[in-house]
């Protein structure tokens, strides 16, 4: 079945870039999401990209996707403590239902 | 938009007892799911609905649990009886089904802990 596999930490000094990686083994995914979920709140979607991009950028977020590879990242420029919380990757292929990675715990530290 | 509102934001039960959750989807939407979340097994999709219809119940771990959606607007998620191994933090999270881009809208979830 559809994997989507993520490294479960990462630290970084406040100010810093933050590069948090996903890769997936569906070639028929079509949307590709990162959410965010904050301690104690459910998910909350980030961003998104369709599968025939291979860039969106959105304020401090830039995601990257590499279609050959299936490989998605999302980049934070100039991290702040308040993006400290963990990441999840998804996607959606020929189902719509979509496939979460474990998600990255992303600690912001001065 | 109130968003998905689930009820109660945490439980405390002893084994054996039942336990129901609920959640309120987002008005319009029409896709229903539950989820499981612990440490040791990430996020685990447990059952959704179509149009308040069961599609893919794999995901349940037992009989012993089980899921109803009796209109659009609610769903429950009951475990009966509960065991300490089911303590996690249960989500509900809705979507519209048919367009291009659907993501999901979690609720703030419920904390279980089984005694």
């Known amino acids: 079945g559809e994997d989507v596999e993520q490294s479960l930490f990462l630290s970084v000094r406040e100010g810093d870039s933050s590069v948090i990686n996903c890769t997936y083994t569906?070639?028929?995914?079509?949307?590709l999401y990162w959410y965010k979920q904050e301690p104690g709140a459910g998910l909350q979607l980030l961003t998104y990209?369709?599968?025939?991009?291979d860039m969106k950028q959105d304020q401090r977020l830039t995601v990257l996707l590499n279609k050959k590879d299936k490989h998605l990242s999302l980049r934070i420029a100039d991290t702040q403590t308040g993006d400290s919380a963990i990441y999840f990757c998804?996607?959606?292929?020929?189902?719509?239902?979509?496939?979460f990675g474990r998600g990255t715990s992303l600690i912001v530290h001065p | 938009d109130a968003g998905v509102i689930q009820s109660p934001r945490h439980e405390v039960t002893e084994m054996g007892q039942e336990v129901t959750l609920r959640c309120k989807p987002i008005?319009?939407?029409?896709?229903l799911f539950w989820y499981r979340q612990t440490m040791m097994r990430g996020l685990e999709l447990l059952i959704y609905?179509?149009?308040?219809?069961?599609?893919?119940d794999s995901g349940m771990p037992e009989d012993r649990f089980s899921a109803k959606m009796p209109n659009a607007s609610f769903s429950t998620l009951k475990i009966q009886p509960s065991e300490p191994r089911d303590s996690a933090v249960y989500f509900c999270?809705?979507?519209?089904?048919?367009?291009?881009?659907?993501?999901?809208?979690f609720g703030n979830g419920t904390r279980l802990t089984v005694t």
């Open positions: 999270a809705s979507s519209h089904r048919d367009r291009g881009v659907s993501p999901l809208h």
């Open positions: 569906d070639s028929s995914s079509t949307y």
């Open positions: 990209i369709f599968s025939n991009m």
């Open positions: 998804a996607e959606t292929g020929g189902s719509y239902i979509p496939t």
């Open positions: 008005s319009g939407h029409n896709s």
């Open positions: 609905f179509n149009n308040n219809v069961p599609i893919d």
